[in-house]
Every structure is written in C-alpha cells, then in structure tokens.
C-alpha cells in the first residue's frame, strides 16, 4: 500500500514569489492535513481538508491556502513569500477527520528555502 | 498558556535505562493522546494511544494517563540507540483539531 506522496520534495524560492506543493494520500484516506514544522515552533496545524472542505484551520494568514480535490489529493499555496515561511511543510492523510482519529500518516515532507 | 507542552529536553539516557517523557495540555476536555515518534530527518510515525486513565503498555512502551492533572506520559523500558529521536505528544481537543506538542529530543547512548 502506497503512503503519502509529497511533491516537491525540495524548493529554493525567493521572497515574494509564490509556491504550490502537492499531496496524494493514502489510498481510501478522506482526510488531509497539513502542518508547518520548524526548529523554533515545532509541528504547527495550517488546515485539514475532508471531503474536499476544509474542516479546520490553524492560526496562520490568509497568505496560506489549501484545497482538496475529488480523488482526496490535496494542495497547499504560500503566496507572497516571507523569510520565515522557510520550513518543512508535512501532509498527513487519515482514514477520516484527524481530530476523530488521532492517528495520521504523514508524508515525507517539502522542504522550502525562501531566500 | 501552550496547549500542549513538553519538557524541552533533550533527553539525555544511557542504553538499558528508562526514558520518561512528559507532556501536559490544557484543555480539560481533551478525551485522546498520542505519542508520535520522529526519527531525525524522517517524518512523524504514530506509536501509542490512549484514551483513559491510567496506563497502557505496548512491547517497551508505556503510556500514561492522569485527566486530573492533564498529565500523560511515555515510558521507554531498556531504551536502544534506536529508540533515540524525537517524541511529540499529541492531544485531540474539544474542538476535534489534533494539536502537537513541540517535542522532546531523545538520545540514547551506547
């Protein structure tokens, strides 16, 4: 069985600019979710998607969007790019709403550098 | 007030000690917890849940419970070198978002 697949995996962008990263989750899995991880914050919540809506959104601004096609993949748009949104960004897919499940998988991660 | 915090660490524990990793929330209605498992580099894995009080014990892992104290735990019984990454404590909240923790860097030495 597949898991998920984040694409790109790496991406040098500069400020400003704009970047879209990708999703496929788990086969059978409605649930994505994305988080932003770095040294200082952590592991931070941006929004869940389920059945293409999104269920829950965390505290970032509105610079950070997602969406959520039919067949579940998902992705996730950072416009105007700022320094600090260098991070790691992970999807987790699950079975149904993370906040029901508790259990994710995650995937593998886009590392983004803005310069 | 953190929703969910860890002692910083890191971590530091000699191979075949216990490691004892804590984790405190703040929402008293948080009905499940979850430790996930992420080794340098890689992404975070699910390794225990547990849902009431009390303890809960999978292989060398131990989960701990107490909802009074908004308290939960994970012990690591004859911790390995491979044991040695970093824990998030995980805590589904009164309004279904699963929040993490920041962590706690785990090392086991040889």
């Known amino acids: 069985k597949a898991g998920v697949t984040q694409t790109p995996r790496y991406l040098i962008k500069t400020r400003g600019q704009q970047v879209t990263l990708s999703c496929s989750p788990i086969?059978?899995?409605?649930?994505v979710s994305w988080y932003q991880q770095t040294p200082g914050q952590g592991l931070q919540f941006l929004f869940e998607?389920?059945?293409?809506?999104?269920?829950n959104k965390g505290n970032f601004p509105g610079r950070f969007s997602g969406r959520q096609f039919s067949n579940s993949r998902s992705e996730m748009n950072v416009s105007t790019l700022e320094l600090g949104d260098s991070a790691l960004y992970l999807c987790?897919?699950?079975?149904?709403?993370?906040?029901?499940?508790?259990?994710?998988?995650f995937g593998e991660g886009s590392r983004l550098t803005v310069l | 007030q953190k929703e969910v915090e860890q002692n910083s660490g890191p971590l530091s524990v000699p191979e075949g000690a216990i490691a004892s990793l804590n984790c405190t929330y703040s929402?008293?209605?948080?009905?499940?917890f979850f430790w996930y498992r992420q080794y340098s580099g890689k992404s975070p894995e699910l390794i225990m849940s547990?849902?009431?009080?009390g303890d809960k014990e999978d292989g060398r892992f131990t989960a701990q419970l107490n909802k009074a104290s908004q308290y939960v735990s994970l012990l690591i019984r004859d911790s390995q070198p491979s044991d040695s990454a970093t824990y998030l404590c995980?805590?589904?909240?009164?309004?279904?978002?699963?929040?993490f923790g920041k962590g706690t860097l785990l090392t086991v030495n040889p």
């Open positions: 987790a897919s699950s079975l149904f709403l993370a906040g029901v499940t508790g259990e994710l998988f």
């Open positions: 086969s059978g899995h409605r649930s």
């Open positions: 998607y389920f059945s293409e809506t999104q269920r």
């Open positions: 929402d008293r209605v948080s009905q499940s």
């Open positions: 547990i849902y009431s009080n």
């Open positions: 995980a805590v589904k909240g009164s309004n279904y978002k699963l929040t």
